[in-house]
């Protein structure tokens, strides 16, 4: 008799998400119901899961061992390329960023899953729209490799829901912040990056210029987010590619004020790079009201608490 115990596995476990997402399903469910997994070694001060398997997710026995050896219930598949990144190796991005997906999609529909969460993005916006108050259903014409990749995610998701009736849910989300885990190769990350050069140097110079605005969200919600619509009977939702979240939108010049206020001799400089292309092609703000009507979505952190949260915790990290 299978255990009605959700034993949940994560993907990218040691990645930006993983790494606070793992701990956060650790606190809920128990060290023994989660597995986390990566490329990387374990780094036991990186995560409090009960397990750890070193996995290629693009290795599909391998992952099918794990998923029966644990018995695993549900998946946070969080393993992917980011926006940077994914722009200089696409054939990798779409392997990385569409495959497992499938892989994880088709083992639910055979029935070795009950339930997955797989991440999309505001990058799936691109050109032809408003920027601003971007809503739930518009047209999605992206113009990165990982914006396409995540368009195309979604509607596997919603293929496999409307198909074979697999719960698989998503949410699009915005720039992530938080100073646990560095990110890697996104073109939000200006706005972790502020942050440590803040603290270490004094200083920064934004490969965004200074009046792109981009939607943010502070890490603490994007879990508490991720978490929520995880938790809603999947009778109230009505979207099955992903949700909108929207969170806080600012431009890096809005971002270095909020720094000064704390840190007054603060200065920085604007040097784009090609990830400003990027931004550019992403909506400003999003209409993430669809999500708050099915399952609740709300928001504690604002650009204010943001920056005294991640100046207070990184003075302390960056000081050892
Ligand atoms: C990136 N942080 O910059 C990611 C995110 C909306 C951007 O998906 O690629």
Same mark, same amino acid.
């Given at each position: 008799?299978?255990?009605?115990?959700?034993?949940?596995?994560?993907?990218?476990?040691?990645?930006?998400?993983?790494?606070?997402?793992?701990?956060?399903?650790?606190?809920?469910?128990?060290?023994?119901?989660?597995?986390?997994?990566?490329?990387?070694?374990?780094?036991?001060?990186?995560?409090?899961?009960?397990?750890?398997?070193?996995?290629?997710?693009?290795?599909?026995?391998?992952?099918?061992?794990?998923?029966?050896?644990?018995?695993?219930?549900?998946?946070?598949?969080?393993?992917?390329?980011?926006?940077?990144?994914?722009?200089?190796? =696409?054939?990798?991005?779409?392997?990385?960023? #569409?495959?497992?997906? *499938?892989?994880?999609?088709?083992?639910? &529909? /055979?029935? %070795?899953?009950?339930?997955?969460?797989?991440?999309?993005?505001?990058?799936?916006?691109?050109?032809?729209?408003?920027?601003?108050?971007?809503?739930?259903?518009?047209?999605?014409?992206?113009?990165?490799?990982?914006?396409?990749?995540?368009?195309?995610?979604?509607?596997?998701?919603?293929?496999?829901?409307?198909?074979?009736?697999?719960?698989?849910?998503?949410?699009?989300?915005?720039?992530?912040?938080?100073?646990?885990?560095?990110?890697?190769?996104?073109?939000?990350?200006?706005?972790?990056?502020?942050?440590?050069?803040?603290?270490?140097?004094?200083?920064?110079?934004?490969?965004?210029?200074?009046?792109?605005?981009? =939607?943010?969200?502070?890490?603490?919600?994007? #879990?508490?987010?991720? *978490?929520?619509?995880?938790?809603?009977? &999947? /009778?109230? %939702?009505?979207?099955?590619?992903?949700?909108?979240?929207?969170?806080?939108?600012?431009?890096?010049?809005?971002?270095?004020?909020?720094?000064?206020?704390?840190?007054?001799?603060?200065?920085?400089?604007?040097?784009?790079?090609?990830?400003?292309?990027?931004?550019?092609?992403?909506?400003?703000?999003?209409?993430?009201?669809?999500?708050?009507?099915?399952?609740?979505?709300?928001?504690?952190?604002?650009?204010?608490?943001?920056?005294?949260?991640?100046?207070?915790?990184?003075?302390?990290?960056?000081?050892?």
């Amino acid at each position: 008799m299978k255990s009605q115990t959700e034993k949940i596995l994560i993907t990218g476990a040691l990645g930006q998400i993983g790494t606070e997402l793992t701990n956060r399903l650790v606190e809920i469910h128990g060290a023994e119901n989660v597995v986390a997994s990566g490329l990387d070694r374990w780094d036991k001060n990186l995560t409090t899961a009960g397990f750890y398997e070193r996995m290629d997710v693009t290795n599909t026995q391998l992952v099918r061992q794990v998923i029966k050896d644990y018995e695993i219930t549900t998946v946070y598949h969080l393993a992917s390329l980011l926006s940077g990144t994914s722009e200089k190796q =696409p054939l990798f991005a779409w392997k990385l960023n #569409i495959e497992p997906l *499938l892989q994880f999609c088709e083992m639910a &529909k /055979e029935g %070795l899953l009950q339930k997955i969460f797989w991440p999309s993005s505001i990058a799936v916006f691109g050109t032809g729209i408003p920027k601003e108050n971007v809503g739930q259903e518009v047209v999605l014409n992206p113009t990165t490799v990982y914006g396409i990749s995540k368009m195309a995610g979604e509607k596997w998701c919603e293929y496999y829901h409307t198909k074979f009736g697999v719960d698989v849910r998503s949410i699009r989300y915005p720039g992530l912040i938080s100073w646990k885990t560095p990110a890697g190769g996104g073109t939000t990350d200006y706005a972790v990056e502020i942050f440590y050069e803040a603290v270490e140097e004094g200083k920064y110079t934004s490969f965004i210029s200074e009046n792109t605005g981009m =939607p943010m969200l502070y890490m603490n919600d994007a #879990i508490k987010a991720t *978490l929520d619509l995880m938790a809603a009977p &999947k /009778e109230n %939702l009505t979207v099955h590619t992903a949700y909108n979240l929207g969170g806080m939108s600012f431009t890096p010049k809005q971002l270095a004020e909020e720094i000064k206020k704390e840190m007054p001799d603060f200065t920085i400089d604007y040097k784009p790079d090609f990830r400003q292309e990027i931004a550019d092609s992403w909506p400003a703000s999003i209409d993430d009201s669809v999500a708050k009507k099915d399952w609740g979505l709300s928001y504690d952190y604002g650009i204010t608490e943001m920056t005294e949260d991640m100046l207070k915790n990184l003075k302390i990290k960056l000081a050892k």
